[in-house]
């Protein structure tokens, strides 16, 4: 006899629904507060989700939107190639960006769910943390000058991280004897493990109290709803295409601008976001594994439609992509990817500007997507421990004009946001206490760029201007940045003025400069100094000076 099938009421779907959200928010607690590294307690790099049996991500915590939709991806390539095993207990860890991975450094610890007795998986419960250290030869793994994947550090596919008798010890050897900073990796992963030993508790005792098929059916119910909701908005925008063109300074490796195309094609209820007129793959570390692709185009998603609607699968079902392998957003494996977070921060910026020119209404100025980071090794000030600092500058956004919604909302406009990690990004900025305790550097100087938001009726934001200065002993230095070309700058929107480039400045103890366009590895001297200034963000309408300026003066009759 065939079951009925289960439907869950309005009022049911409305309170699992927020239920599922707190225990991706309450997951995402437990791992801030027993990480160790900065990068996750304080920057907070990380993600947590939960899945249904099938791998399919349900429910997402509000936390970095470039892990966005595709951590389904590892969890689905787990379960291909372990499913014949899988048992209670199963903690399975994983960072292989052509097998659902971003980079390496963005590891992903996933647990099976099992109820008491069960057999099988009930859904599935996962992390996601930036490691600022995962291996390879640069402190923090990342570098756009690796040429392949096997530069990148260690690489792992789907293994075993732990089983119900405990941790799986190979596997931690392994990764310790990888790293170099072992105690804060390690402590980091267990941090990760026990985040997912709270989502499971939490996911069984909502299956206790709503029961199993009513679980069971609130998983392909937030699909729909996530789904219908995204339909729904598309056909509230008028169709159409629209192209837009931007640029990465170079290829990692000091080539030739990189190109990235985006086409919007809007029809009813569906939209197509074609890539095919990008760049191949390059030659440095800057390309794009297909997961954090993916990502991007589900931020452009909530973007343009409703933030509102929940972050899982259901979302992306309305909407196609074209972007042919071989592409610099869908490489062919062994291309290095460690610093793909550059290149898809400007996707977005270039799939925004394409949106606002097929949709006006929504139009917003262009953002710094410059994204600087740096890492070095060194010992620390307070253990003697070696360790990897890895801080991370963001900028101004754009600005926006008023807007009108399709239910009749109107919104005022707005000047850019000063100083954040623009787009598909959330991470905090290192705190100058932190960085001077933990790490052998001083922050010498931490300000906002004075004119540095494009000016207009709303100003752009203001960047960041950040001098690290290095203590102790000599230390290996991996830096990079983006929009270091005056050509590339955040564009102004309706009038508005253009933003700040960016800027990267290094200096040597007697205060000579140190040759370095905007990325690369150097090995700095104590007393030598690295400074950033990041971009401003684009301003948005002619400003109220020049709009007077323009109007002639009335003739007085003679």
């Not at 003697?384 to 754009?398: F, N, P």
């Amino acid at each position: 006899m065939t079951a009925r099938p289960v439907s869950v009421d309005t009022v049911s779907f409305g309170v699992l629904e927020a239920a599922m959200r707190a225990v991706c928010e309450e997951m995402g607690a437990a791992l801030r507060r027993s990480s160790y590294s900065p990068i996750i307690r304080e920057m907070l790099d990380f993600s947590c989700a939960i899945f249904d049996p099938a791998g399919r991500l349900v429910a997402q915590g509000e936390f970095i939107p470039a892990q966005l939709g595709a951590m389904g991806l590892v969890v689905r390539e787990t379960i291909r190639r372990h499913h014949d095993t899988l048992a209670p207990g199963d903690v399975f860890i994983a960072n292989h960006p052509y097998l659902g991975g971003a980079h390496t450094p963005d590891v992903n610890v996933l647990r099976p769910v099992y109820a008491p007795r069960g057999r099988r998986p009930v859904g599935w419960v996962g992390t996601v943390a930036h490691q600022a250290d995962f291996g390879g030869p640069n402190p923090g793994t990342e570098g756009a000058g690796h040429a392949q994947l096997y530069a990148e550090g260690l690489i792992l596919p789907p293994v075993r991280l732990e089983t119900a008798r405990g941790a799986v010890e190979t596997t931690v050897e392994v990764i310790g004897a990888n790293v170099r900073d072992p105690v804060s990796t390690l402590a980091d992963l267990r941090a990760q493990a026990a985040a997912c030993l709270v989502g499971e508790r939490r996911v069984l005792e909502l299956r206790a109290r709503s029961g199993a098929a009513t679980l069971g059916a609130m998983f392909k119910a937030l699909l729909e709803h996530a789904e219908q909701r995204t339909r729904a908005a598309l056909r509230a925008l008028p169709d159409g295409d629209a192209t837009a063109t931007g640029f990465l300074d170079d290829d990692g490796v000091g080539g030739a601008p990189v190109r990235i195309e985006v086409r919007l094609l809007k029809r009813g209820d569906t939209l197509t976001v074609d890539l095919s007129g990008c760049a191949a793959q390059v030659a440095g570390g800057v390309n794009v594994p297909w997961a954090s692709t993916l990502a991007s185009v589900a931020y452009l998603v909530r973007a343009v439609t409703d933030p509102t609607i929940p972050a899982n699968d259901g979302m992306l079902r309305p909407v196609s992509i074209v972007c042919p392998e071989g592409s610099v957003l869908n490489p062919r494996p062994p291309a290095a990817v460690s610093v793909r977070h550059v290149t898809i921060q400007r996707l977005a910026d270039t799939m925004v500007r394409a949106s606002g020119r097929l949709w006006p209404e929504i139009a917003v100025a262009g953002h710094f997507v410059g994204f600087f980071s740096l890492m070095a090794e060194g010992p620390s000030p307070r253990t003697g421990r070696a360790t990897v600092l890895q801080d991370v500058v963001g900028g101004g956004t754009g600005a926006h004009g008023p807007r009108r919604y399709a239910d009749g909302r109107r919104v005022e406009g707005g000047h850019g946001l000063d100083a954040v990690d623009t787009h598909l990004s959330n991470v905090g900025l290192l705190s100058a206490e932190v960085c001077e305790v933990e790490y052998p550097w001083r922050l010498v100087r931490s300000e906002l760029i004075r004119g540095s938001g494009g000016r207009g009726r709303w100003q752009g934001g203001r960047g960041v201007r950040r001098t690290y200065e290095v203590l102790g002993v000599a230390q290996r230095v991996v830096l990079y940045c983006e929009q270091t070309e005056p050509r590339f700058r955040p564009w102004g929107e309706g009038g508005g003025g253009d933003g700040t480039p960016t800027r990267l400045i290094v200096r040597d103890p007697a205060g000579h400069r140190v040759p370095l366009a905007s990325k690369g590895t150097v090995v700095l001297a104590p007393g030598s100094t690295v400074t950033i200034e990041t971009g401003g963000g684009g301003g948005f309408g002619v400003p109220a000076e020049v709009s007077r300026a323009s109007v002639r003066p009335r003739q007085q009759a003679g």
